[in-house]
């Protein structure tokens, strides 16, 4: 991974990227904080499952990565701002553990940690900013072989903007009180006529190019063949799926994965995960709002996503087919960066496309490309660790950066998964 970023950055000269790179550390690291702004201390504190984390752990987790990766790493006379946040915010580097001889903290008690108070930890951002800063512009202590592994941070740190929101909102929507994060309505939407976009497939090239930043896990590129296939215009809607619930589709095993259907009645799910039982209002980051027919069905796992598609007579798309279609298209959509105000995915948005709003499901099972290699250092956990019953979603959400997404990118999570922004575009074949 280290290496993928070296490759991206070689050609700009050292006191440039130093200054730009500068610039998108004040830049991102202030939308972190910002994103906690309305938050309560106790708001910040507080972990609603074992598979979020509490929104102060996300600051400090982020500023522990570059405290020791790069400043540490790189920096001999550095100075720890606490030595003992080494093991409190330590997310799954076991490699970097095991060197410190400190074992990381059980994720499912992340929410436990009382101490560091939320005042403290936003002075730990400050002190590892100001040291960033100060050795990027001031005597340039950094070598260039840091600059790499700071811009890796930058993408690392967006990630937790995103989580940071997706597990606020899970949290919110556990309280009775079914606050909201942010003050708004949710304007009405528009559905657009769904289309079938057809493909002729054949051997296409998949997998990040070289140009610019990338993660390991979207490389080598390499030849893959596709058969001809088409994928729809837009997301699947909630009335749309609201169709599918109506029709039974919580109540008949024929069109789930066994592992689905078997989850689906541990858990009795019935609908979406932030759906009223009534059907008619979700729980969203400005609290309960009414139920949108036109806007793209969200927190949907890879079960249901793969049940919608086989009861509506379609599929998911593969991970190629995906980046195949989207490959000439822009960036542009329904971000958090271009779009702040709208923090629930829509289908009207002006530049909709395949990217932002909700990320889509893929029939694609993540594992590493052929010839794929982690980085050999404690950074090579970054991705490659988790190859194993996870599945591939791809284009972003409205919580994502638009920055921080490209044609490559590849998130992934477990089948079960249902608080983040996940939702359902179809294929089938031609």
């Not at 799954?92 to 940690?113: E, K, N, W």
């Not at 956990?381 to 044609?407: A, I, P």
Request: include cysteine.
């Amino acid at each position: 991974m280290r290496q993928q970023a070296e490759d991206a950055i070689v050609e700009t000269p050292s006191c440039t990227l130093r200054h730009m790179l500068a610039d998108a550390l004040v830049r991102i690291r202030a939308q972190s904080r910002h994103a906690v702004e309305s938050l309560s201390s106790e708001d910040a504190s507080a972990q609603s499952m074992c598979d979020t984390s509490p929104a102060k752990w996300h600051l400090a987790h982020s500023s522990w990565f570059f405290e020791t990766f790069v400043l540490q790493a790189y920096l001999p006379q550095y100075k720890p701002f606490d030595v003992r946040f080494d093991a409190l915010f330590n997310s799954y580097y076991q490699r970097h553990a095991r060197c410190i001889a400190q074992p990381i903290l059980p994720r499912s008690q992340r929410g436990l940690l009382t101490r560091p108070g939320l005042h403290e930890v936003i002075a730990y951002r400050r002190h590892v900013d100001q040291a960033l800063i100060d050795a990027l512009l001031g005597d340039h202590a950094l070598p260039d072989a840091s600059l790499a592994v700071i811009e890796l941070g930058l993408h690392h740190e967006q990630q937790h903007q995103e989580l940071m929101l997706t597990d606020i909102k899970h949290l919110f929507s556990l309280n009775p009180l079914l606050p909201a994060y942010a003050a708004a309505s949710l304007r009405s939407t528009s559905l657009p006529l769904l289309q079938w976009r057809p493909f002729v497939g054949g051997l296409v090239e998949v997998g990040h190019d070289g140009r610019g930043f990338a993660f390991d896990n979207e490389s080598p590129r390499h030849r893959q063949w596709l058969a001809p296939f088409a994928l729809a215009s837009r997301w699947v809607s909630n009335a749309e799926y609201r169709a599918f619930i109506d029709d039974g589709g919580y109540r008949d095993p024929q069109w789930w994965l066994a592992a689905g259907w078997a989850t689906v009645e541990a858990s009795r799910w019935k609908r979406p995960l932030y759906w009223s039982t009534d059907l008619t209002c979700e729980f969203t980051l400005y609290g309960l709002q009414p139920l949108d027919p036109a806007r793209p069905v969200s927190h949907i796992s890879y079960y249901e996503a793969d049940a919608y598609a086989r009861w509506a007579g379609a599929r998911l798309p593969t991970e190629a087919e995906w980046e195949h279609a989207a490959a000439a298209l822009p960036v542009e959509g329904q971000f958090i960066d271009t779009a702040p105000s709208e923090l629930h995915p829509c289908m009207d948005h002006p530049a909709a496309s395949m990217y932002g709003s909700v990320w889509t499901w893929t029939a694609s099972p993540y594992v590493g490309y052929a010839g794929y290699r982690a980085d050999p250092g404690a950074l090579g956990e970054y991705n490659g660790k988790f190859m194993s019953d996870q599945w591939v979603l791809r284009g972003g959400s409205c919580l994502s950066s638009s920055t921080h997404l490209r044609c490559s990118y590849r998130n992934f999570f477990a089948a079960d998964a249902r608080w983040q922004v996940s939702g359902i575009r179809l294929a089938q074949g031609l």
